[in-house]
DNA sequence: CTGTTAGCGCATTCAT
DNA sequence: ATGAATGCGCTAACAG
């Protein structure tokens, strides 16, 4: 900025004006400054002007996996939603598991992000302490709780389980047997299914439980692991679509009838759900409109508008196709 | 630093020596500040070390869309590889098309990062400049040139095509037709096939050329597409898996044998693609590596060890299945 | 092994 | 509308 200054005949502090708050500076100066930085090939120095104003512009994210769509479609719309406020995003994966996120928050708290969006409610005891002491807004996005750290954005998974239970128990399918993945949501989901229907009269359940994230390989094991079981037939609740899509076609492989022998209810409701033949009956939960909804309370409490509402609940619906 | 000092007895450079280089300081000491920073809860300022340094530890990596998973899963593999040396990740989506880029490439280039992961070759003149002055490596990946800005990590997209006509005219198919989304990448590879198809005495290739993203309902709508052009049977060659599978899901809805009067090829090699019956003959290209590749380069020039290659073509394998 | 002295490049007072 | 002075929190020489 010395350096402009000293080009555009002004001190550094109007190139910082100028670039600033345009306003604040004569129109002639500025085109005089304006000029001497396309000479220069200037570009201003984020890094000095966080430390000297304490606001870095930069808004840490912590999702599972990137490579999961659920997670970085709401990460593409919460980040559109910052950038719209002139934010940028450092992002990271955490895995699954809250042993490495507590060294990523520290790691990411070092470069002083104005505010931090985390995947999930639950975090380590020292994590949470961090968090507090680090006084920025903190979004927990995809599950609720009734104690957040800050304010939390998302839904009951349990209870998108129990729904799911209901619904087949109405289209009184004989068995019904779960495939789920790996991740602590998921096998919440998968066990409050597996509860409910067994708790309103469904005979006991067959389950396929993965370590491993979900794909369609895992979808087309988990039917041939329930059918080994001896389950001869009915409703297969998953853990997410793609599951579900795996089952579908391993039933299809296997010469099975869907719904009339297999029926399918898969969660997510991505947009293949709606293309696949036979369309998967399954849960929607609108993952953008999460980032969404995160972005815009963190943005008012950044604007210090008030703290609003700590707890964002924005429910999910049964979308009824044919595979179920 | 100064009042985690004051606590352990000692000044505030010993502090940052003992976070920086824990064997310069005295075990005693050492200890004493250990203890002083779990008292505070001290969190270290990067920004301030950054300045100080001119070592932000921070990469910019920029790609299309992060919900694209042959995006995502290169800036995964890319990432875990440069946080094992300590680097974090600053990511943003571009879009497709170099006008935007230009301004998060500035954006970026603000925060000092101390190098850049770009995707593809195609920049603006303003950005190779503002690079190029930058003075760190940048990494082109995904694509490759003769003329990378520093260097590039790909494959030759238009071969891809070419090696697909090949194949296919080889099988015999009597008619071929492409479908392609929006991107210039798998334009190019679309357009490789059918000119390489036609001049190797194949019949004129229908075509279905998207301005979308893939997606399966693409897939479907593109087969339906090259039907009514009057494509009566023969090869389809898809810009992506997720076409291929989408075209796969079209013929059976349609009751067409594949690879009888339908044949598929795809690109990618997606997980799904050996999964879904058929499996889908494709063009294997190794995502994780090209991330792993740009890492290893990107280190190697970050410690100074000279320059190395600037083109890396990690080339590609056609990977033949049951759809063609 | 430890402390002192200078900046890093800006934004933020307070002046003028 | 502009400038001078000060400090953000740290690292990098240089002493001792």
New binding site residues.
Partial sequence: ??TV?RLA??????V??A??DPS???P???AKIQEAIAQTG????A???A?????SMLISALVPSITNIVYSSMVKAFSEEMRGAGYQILLSETGFGPEDEEKLIAAHLSRRPDAMFLTGIHHSAQARRMLLGAEIPVAEVWDITDSPIDFCVGFNHAETGRAAAEYARRKGYPQAGVVSAGDERARRRSEAFAREWERIGGAPVAKMLFDAQASLANGRAGLRGLLAQGFTGGVVHCSSDLLAHGVLIEARAQGLDVPGQIAVIGFGDQDFAATVEPGITTVRVDMAAFGRAAAQAMLARLQGAGDGPSVIDLGFEIVERQSA
């Fill in positions: 900025m010395e200054g005949g002004v001190s550094q502090v109007t910082s004006r670039l600033s604040k500076v004569s002639a100066t500025l200037f570009v201003p120095n890094l000095a002007g430390l000297a104003s304490s606001k």
